[in-house]
Each structure stands twice: as structure tokens, then as C-alpha cells.
């Protein structure tokens, strides 16, 4: 069965950091792209940033740049958020999941796990 699971999610100061993982079971992220997003209740979720298993590219959305560095362990199987100077929007629950590109949009391809709750107080 293929799972994707989150952890790291909490609690931290405005200007704090966390470090978010995403683990993969059934599964191997060798080929694939894996993609960080986030929800808040009654909002839609979006997507956060992403990473190429396959050529170690990157994305990030505007909100996030240059605060946020996405990264993976190939040996671990996993992919890692590091958030840093945190900021109250930065407040949701974080998913992770993985992707494919066609045409010109990317499309998640599994079923979205319990995600992890980040608050950031001020």
C-alpha cells in the first residue's frame, strides 16, 4: 500500500523555524516528484513546493521564497520542509504528496494523508 505520511508539524514563534518530513512507504521516490502543500479550514489547499527525485529540481511558491528550502533523503525515503522566520500566515496544516507533469499543470497522484499541523504565534 502506498502512504505518505507527515510529521514535524507544531508549534513556534514568529521568526521560528520548523522542519517538516514527509516518509514514504510502498513505495520508492526514486522517479518521482514530491510536493509539500497546505490548507487552512475553508480555504482551498495549495500548493507550497516541490521536488524532482529524478534531476533535484525545485520549486517554491512566492509566500514561501527564500524561507523555505524543500529537500530529500534518498536513503530515508523521505522529503523535508525547512521553515524558516516563520510568519503567523504561515499557519495551516502542511501535506505531502506526490506529483506528475503533463501537458503544462502537475497533478498529485495519491490520496491525501492526515497532514501536520504548523501554528506560528506572534
Known amino acids: 500500500e502506498v502512504q505518505l505520511v507527515e510529521s514535524g508539524g507544531g508549534v513556534a514563534q514568529v521568526g521560528g523555524s520548523l522542519r517538516l518530513s514527509c516518509a514514504a512507504s510502498?513505495?520508492?521516490?526514486?522517479?518521482?516528484?514530491i510536493g509539500w502543500f497546505r490548507q487552512a479550514p475553508g480555504k482551498a489547499r495549495e500548493g507550497v513546493s516541490r521536488?524532482?527525485?529524478?534531476?533535484?529540481?525545485?520549486y517554491y511558491a512566492d509566500p514561501v521564497k527564500g524561507r523555505f528550502t524543500i529537500s530529500s533523503d534518498n536513503a530515508k525515503n523521505a522529503v523535508y520542509l525547512q521553515m524558516n522566520s516563520l510568519k503567523p500566515e504561515d499557519t495551516d496544516v502542511y501535506y505531502c504528496?506526490?506529483?506528475?507533469?503533463?501537458?503544462?499543470?502537475?497533478?498529485?497522484?495519491?490520496?491525501w494523508g492526515q497532514g501536520t499541523q504548523v501554528t506560528v504565534s506572534s
Open positions: 521536488i524532482s527525485r529524478s534531476d533535484g529540481s525545485t
Open positions: 504528496n506526490s506529483e506528475y507533469y503533463l501537458g503544462s499543470a502537475y497533478y498529485t497522484t495519491g490520496a
Open positions: 510502498g513505495f520508492t521516490f526514486d522517479d518521482y516528484i
